[in-house]
């Protein structure tokens, strides 16, 4: 049996925002206290956190004079010496200030753009002094309202520009760092450019230095656009772009609901934890939640306490399925290949191809053989429900 006690090795993190959060929504007022960064940072560390991320301003507020942000900086540096807590991803707020009310980079304005690229110099700058290694896109007002107001294809191009100009900016610093870019389909903006992680991955294959941006893709925003989300992250490690994950959890067709890792969609969160373990995915575990309205601070811990329980539950059940003989009966039934048709398929031959026109196939007979998946998916159940 074991304790589901967070360990360094699970990467689990969580940002100043998340925790941070106070509870704040469109149609009430914060709930909780304000905590400073170093709060957030022994918080973390007494429920069993691995590290913490930040925006810019999370750590250091827009306004602060520089003599603020020194303080601000040795307080947050104290708290991780003590903690040994680590920075693993740092990213730049680039959606709160009224500037960016028609986006940041892909802004009609060249002075907005020009300033959410200082903006973002700055805070890679910050992210590096604490250590990050990963450095987050979220392009929260990277979109529109009404289409009459931006060409769609300007944006895109104006993306690629500052994504170009980033990437030199970090090689010409020497920083050790990579690029994620985290795709959403709405929301703060009606409609947002390269909504999922598979436009993601296609605009990374046009930038300058494809080899230094991956993606981070989110539970909740790939929910939102009716996506298998566990789909998206196959594609991604796939395709050697899986550098970072926002986990946290969401109902479909709603707003973006930040919700604890794994308290809507069991099933679909324990495939995604199978996924992640079984391909050894070794980047952060990064729980990008907010604690209900309901919690006062207590409550904020056990949300973080609860979003890293339900991922080693869901890891200990996913060691389960792999090691159950009869899961694994199946399994091996399912995936028996006939050895006569290795003669037909993979790498193309025209020798391949005159068999294969040659070859006759009982469709009918093929088609009748039941798969079991049925027997697959309640054993799979089982196990998640702890009944087997
Ligand atoms: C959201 C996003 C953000 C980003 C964060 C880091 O929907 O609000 O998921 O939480 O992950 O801003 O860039
Ligand atoms: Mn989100
Ligand atoms: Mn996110």
């Not at 300007?154 to 990437?167: D, G, P, S, T």
């Not at 795709?183 to 991955?201: S, V």
């Not at 990008?288 to 339900?310: L, P």
């Not at 090691?323 to 399912?334: C, G, H, K, R």
Request: hydrophobic share 40%; charged share 30%.
């Amino acid at each position: 049996m074991t304790s589901y006690q967070p360990k360094p090795e699970d990467k689990f993190t969580f940002g100043l925002w998340t925790v941070g959060s106070r509870g704040r929504d469109p149609f009430g007022a914060e709930v909780r206290t304000s905590k400073t960064p170093a709060e957030l940072v022994y918080m973390l560390s007494e429920v069993g956190a691995y590290g913490v991320n930040f925006h810019d301003n999370d750590l250091i507020p827009i306004d602060a004079t520089p003599a603020q942000a020194d303080a601000i900086k040795k307080d947050f540096r104290k708290a991780l010496d003590d903690t040994g807590l680590k920075v693993p991803m740092a990213t730049t707020n680039l959606f709160y200030d009224p500037i960016f009310k028609d986006g940041a980079f892909t802004s009609n304005d060249a002075k907005v753009r020009a300033y959410a690229l200082q903006k973002t110099m700055q805070a890679i700058d910050l992210g590096v002094e604490f250590g990050a290694t990963i450095y987050d896109f979220w392009g929260g007002r990277e979109g529109v309202e009404t289409d009459s107001s931006k060409s769609a294809v300007e944006a895109i191009k104006r993306n690629r520009e500052a994504m170009n100009f980033l990437c030199e900016y970090a090689i010409e610093n020497k920083y050790d760092l990579k690029f994620v870019l985290e795709a959403k389909p709405n929301e703060p903006r009606a409609d947002i450019y390269n909504a999922t992680t598979g436009h993601m991955l296609a605009f990374i294959a046009t930038l300058d230095h494809p080899e230094m941006v991956g993606v981070n893709p989110e539970v909740a925003h790939e929910t939102m656009a009716g996506l298998n989300f566990m789909h998206n992250v196959a594609q991604a490690w796939e395709a050697g772009k899986l550098w970072h994950i926002d986990l946290n959890d969401q109902y479909g067709g709603r707003y973006d609901q930040d919700l604890r890792f794994g308290s809507r969609d069991i099933k679909a969160n324990f495939h995604l934890v199978k996924f992640l373990e079984d391909v050894k995915y070794d980047g952060s575990r990064h729980f990008d939640a907010h604690a209900y309205r309901t919690e006062d601070f207590e409550g904020v811990k056990d949300f973080a306490r609860g979003c890293m329980r339900t991922y080693l539950l869901l890891k200990d059940k996913a060691q389960q399925f792999n090691s159950d003989a009869e899961v694994q009966a199946l399994l091996a039934e399912i995936n028996d290949q006939d050895a006569a048709m290795s003669g037909f398929l993979g790498k193309y031959s025209k020798a391949k191809a005159d068999g294969l026109k040659a070859q006759s196939f009982d469709r009918v007979k093929i088609a009748s053989r039941g798969l079991k998946y049925e027997r697959l998916d309640q054993l799979t159940i089982d196990i998640i429900t702890g009944t087997r």
